[in-house]
Every structure is written in structure tokens, then in C-alpha cells.
């Protein structure tokens, strides 16, 4: 089949790559509209965590499909029930409010915060976030992300975002003033470069925080549901967090996010959020699904496993090419090379003969792997060679 850009006339511009168009998927493979195959390291960034149409989750859109999709936001049903209670048993968070994307759970986090700061703290709205952060793309979110110049065509951006350096606590401290309500961070940024908040950063942020009243907000959008190798990335550290944020893997491709708080911030009134589709028992039914899947015995182990393998496979790519190692947690994880070739491997991947491969190139210098979390060690192994491969037609 056939496909240009002005089949697609009708669609706001999105791609750069109008002729490419995707048709069916399968675990770690997609298929676009010629009947080529790829590898897919990218998985929709980060989304599929089951892979593409993973059996749990046609299931259960087949099974609640035919059964209720959506009675009223304003009523209770049992999936959304259900997969609250699973995620608030093994997290330390006490209440669950779902959303369709994680911008809309981090605006949901933000709203949180600023009313707690009106009825606890005199009014204090400021919450500090971190330089190459990403929150997402709504007006807030996109001025609490921390991307170099972004966001500056919509101004005049939501204000009250104050921006500190990951791992420096001396940067937050210096930020912290009578305004100041919350701090909010990725326990790995994703979109920043796969740049992870190390475990002692993360404990000092939470005592510093405690200490001056302030709440901590982990934005798991990209990190949560066993990406880091953990159920959640913010349990490697072994803190408690007040409010966190899961979008991506919780519904393993279809829009279901969550805004996840403790008890005591949880102070948002009927009305204050929420949607026509929040909570629908059709996403919901997969979120439990796919709860069940990442939480199964073994499963978990497994993931570790590839990410060892995918660990120690691009540190020896590193090696053999002169680059400058890999970094990441769990499935997340990134290559850093000597030169800033990563658009190039990219393409040349993705347009290999006679089957591609999908992967990600965040920073010039930098190959970013996400994976499905029930990637095969074939697949690693497949992943590696061809990778090997394509750097060594671009660098000969
Ligand atoms: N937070 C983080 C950490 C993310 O990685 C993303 C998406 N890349 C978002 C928020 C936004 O999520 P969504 O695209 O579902 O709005």
C-alpha cells in the first residue's frame, strides 16, 4: 500500500517521515504498510510495556468492551475499584485519581499541590522542578518542564516553577522560599537524556523536604509500572514520596494515566478534577490486567535480567566503537556515544533491508532503549547485533 503526505493532508503535520505508516503489531515486532517488519526499541515510547497487542490486554478490551465501557465518570465501577486498590497495595500512596495521559495526571499533581499549599502553607504555590525535566505538553506542565527554551512560543508560561539542577541539593535549597509548596522530579529523566536522580539525591530531597514542610512529587510517567526494575523507580531509594504520577505503561498502550497521594494531601474535593473519561472501565480493566501481568511471579526478575543483558551488551558496543558507556535503570536505559551520530544510526536502523529497527535519539550524542519490559533475550541479542551492524556501515 501506497502512502504519502497528502493521504495524510486531513492530520495535523506530526512525523517527519510522512511515507512510513504502521499497520499491525506483535510483541516486540511492528509491521508497516509495505509488509516490512521491525524491531521495536522504542515501543511507543516507553508505552507498550507488554509489548504490541499483548494477549492480557485484548482480552480484557474484548471482555469489559462487551460488558461497559464508560456508565458516567459520576458513578463508582468496579475496574477502576480494582486496579486502585491493587496500585495503593503496593505503593505507599493512599488514593488514586485516574486521567488519560500523563499530562493531565501531572496537571492533576499540580492542582494537588497548590490546593494543599492554600489550606496548609498560607497560599504557597511554587513547586521546584529540575532543568531537562519533561512533565508533558499541556500550557502547566510545559512550563514546569525544564527543556532549554521550551514552551516559549506559548507565552506568557504558567508561573511558579523554579528550576534547581538534578542531583545538587544546594540548588533546591537555594530555591526554597515562602512560596514554595512542593518539589517535583523523575527518579530517571526520559525525555532529559535517561539521566537518573541517584538513590542518595533522592533520600536528601525527601529529608530536606520533610524538614521544611514541603511536599515530594515523582512524575513516574515514564519510570513507573516496572520500567526501573522495580514496580516504581522511587522504591530503589527506599523513600516515601507524597504524590506520584503514572501515565505509559499502566494502560501497556491504551490512555490511562494516575495521580497517586498520600492521605494527608489528599484534598481535592468532588469537582475539583477529573473528566468525562476518567476512570473508564474500559482503560481501567486493562490497567488491572496489566497490573496482574507486571506483578506476576517472575516477571519482574525477568526484566532485570534483560536489563542486565541490554546493560552489558552496549557497554561492550561502547567499548568496541570508542564511546562513552551506558547509563539507566531497569529497561530505560541509554548509550552515549563519542560523536553526534544518533539521527543518523537512527535512520539507517529504521530504514535497514529487509527488516528496520525502531530506536530513539533524545540528545545528538545519545541512543535511548525502551523495550517491551517482556522483551525475549533473542531480542536483546538481535537488538545488539543489528546495532553493531548499522554503526559499522555509518563508521566503517
Ligand atoms: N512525564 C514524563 C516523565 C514523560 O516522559 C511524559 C511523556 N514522554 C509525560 C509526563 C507526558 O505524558 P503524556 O504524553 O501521556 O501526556
Not at 321 to 328: A, L, N, Q, S, T
Request: aromatic letters at 6%.
Amino acid at each position: 500500500m501506497k502512502f504519502s503526505q497528502s493521504d495524510a493532508n486531513a492530520l495535523m503535520e506530526i512525523t517527519s517521515r510522512p511515507e512510513l505508516m504502521f499497520v499491525r503489531g506483535s510483541g516486540s515486532w511492528l509491521e508497516d504498510n509495505n509488509g516490512k517488519r521491525y524491531l521495536d526499541f522504542i515501543q511507543g515510547w516507553a508505552v507498550n510495556c507488554l509489548g504490541h497487542c499483548p494477549e492480557p490486554v485484548v482480552k480484557a478490551l474484548n471482555q469489559q468492551g462487551a460488558t461497559l465501557i464508560n456508565p458516567s465518570p459520576a458513578f463508582y465501577n468496579k475496574p477502576s475499584i480494582e486496579l486502585a486498590q491493587r496500585l495503593t497495595g503496593a505503593s505507599c500512596f493512599d488514593r488514586i485519581f485516574f486521567a488519560n495521559s500523563g499530562a493531565e495526571a501531572n496537571e492533576g499533581a499540580i492542582k494537588l499541590a497548590r490546593k494543599w499549599g492554600q489550606l496548609n502553607r498560607k497560599g504557597a504555590y511554587k513547586i521546584i522542578t529540575f532543568d531537562h525535566s519533561f512533565h508533558g505538553r499541556t500550557l502547566a506542565t510545559m512550563s514546569a518542564s525544564g527543556k532549554p527554551g521550551w514552551g516559549t512560543i506559548f507565552a506568557p508560561q504558567v508561573d511558579g516553577f523554579p528550576k534547581a539542577d538534578l542531583n545538587d541539593l544546594d540548588s533546591v535549597r537555594a530555591l526554597i522560599d515562602d512560596q514554595t509548596v512542593a518539589v517535583m522530579l523523575e527518579p530517571v529523566q526520559g525525555e532529559g537524556g535517561v539521566i537518573p536522580a541517584t538513590a542518595e539525591f533522592l533520600r536528601e530531597l525527601r529529608r530536606l523536604t520533610q524538614e521544611r514542610g514541603l511536599l515530594l512529587i515523582v512524575d513516574e510517567v515514564q519510570t513507573g509500572m516496572g520500567r526501573s526494575g522495580k514496580l516504581f523507580a522511587y522504591q530503589h531509594a527506599g523513600i516515601e514520596p507524597d504524590i506520584m504520577t503514572l501515565g505509559k505503561g499502566i494502560g501497556a498502550g491504551v490512555p490511562l494515566a494516575a495521580l497517586c497521594a498520600r492521605e494527608a494531601v489528599s484534598c481535592f474535593k468532588h469537582g475539583d478534577q477529573g473528566g468525562t473519561y476518567n476512570g473508564n472501565p474500559l482503560m481501567t480493566a486493562v490497567g488491572v490486567a496489566v497490573f496482574d501481568a507486571l506483578t506476576a511471579p517472575g516477571f519482574m526478575e525477568s526484566v532485570n535480567a534483560r536489563a542486565e543483558q541490554l546493560s552489558r551488551g552496549l557497554n561492550e558496543l561502547s567499548a568496541k566503537w570508542g564511546m562513552k558507556g551506558e547509563r539507566g535503570q531497569g529497561l530505560l536505559r541509554a548509550l552515549v556515544m563519542d560523536r553526534d551520530d544518533g539521527t543518523a544510526i537512527v535512520d539507517a536502523a529504521r530504514d535497514a533491508a529487509p527488516e528496520g529497527m525502531l530506536l530513539n535519539s533524545p540528545r545528538p550524542n545519545l541512543l535511548r532503549f525502551m523495550p517491551a519490559l517482556n522483551v525475549t533475550a533473542d531480542e536483546v541479542a538481535q537488538m545488539l547485533q543489528r546495532l553493531d551492524a548499522v554503526i559499522a556501515k555509518l563508521r566503517g
